[in-house]
């Protein structure tokens, strides 16, 4: 979607937590499985470039995707440069992880990262008119996802019936 310019910038602003109009994407910076200044050997799973009202000159945005793997801060660390934005895209159990952890600490893991869990990339695909099929029928998955989540959270604070489908571990 950061390839698209109809969703670029809207895409970009909502990952790094800004208004649509405090982010432009660089065309043509978008870059998959790549480098971002970090001493690790493996390589970020998006990398762009953004132009942000906040700071001059181009910014570097690498994103991390994680599902459902352990939320580890050698990861955050050895990948990118101290220069870097960092976005941890985690929309499973990581992003349940990673929401209690303060991401912008750059001391503890080299670079300012945030999180882009379930909700904030739910709100986002929600959000995104004239999606091609492909990404309607992706975007209507984790909007469900997302409703289930809330729900599974409501019952484990007591504040809801359990969800449809929980299953009881102990039975």
């Known amino acids: 979607m950061l ?4 969703y670029a910038d809207r895409v970009a ?5 800004c208004a649509p109009e405090e982010a432009r994407v660089v065309p043509g910076s978008v870059r998959r499985e790549a480098r971002a200044g970090g001493q690790g050997k493996r390589k970020l799973d998006l990398v762009f470039a953004a132009e942000l009202t906040r700071q001059p000159g181009p910014t570097t945005i690498a994103v991390e995707t994680k599902v459902d793997d352990a939320c580890r801060e050698e990861q955050l660390r050895e990948r990118v440069g101290p220069d870097v934005e960092g976005v941890r895209l985690a929309v ?7 929401k209690w952890v303060d991401l912008a600490d750059r001391r503890r893991f080299g670079a300012g990262w945030r999180l ?12 995104l008119d004239g999606l091609p099929n492909s990404l309607v ?6 909007v469900t996802e997302h409703a289930a989540h809330e729900a599974a ?9 359990a969800p449809p489908d929980a299953h009881d571990p102990s039975a």
Request: glycine share 12%; with cysteine.
């Open 137 to 142: 029928s992706y975007r209507d998955r984790v």
């Open 92 to 98: 499973g159990r990581t992003g349940l992880q990673c």
């Open 116 to 127: 882009c869990d379930l909700p904030v990339w739910a709100a986002l695909l929600d959000e």
């Open 153 to 161: 959270i409501r019952f484990v604070r007591g504040q809801g019936p």
């Open 3 to 6: 390839d698209e310019p109809v």
């Open 13 to 17: 602003a909502r990952l790094l937590g």
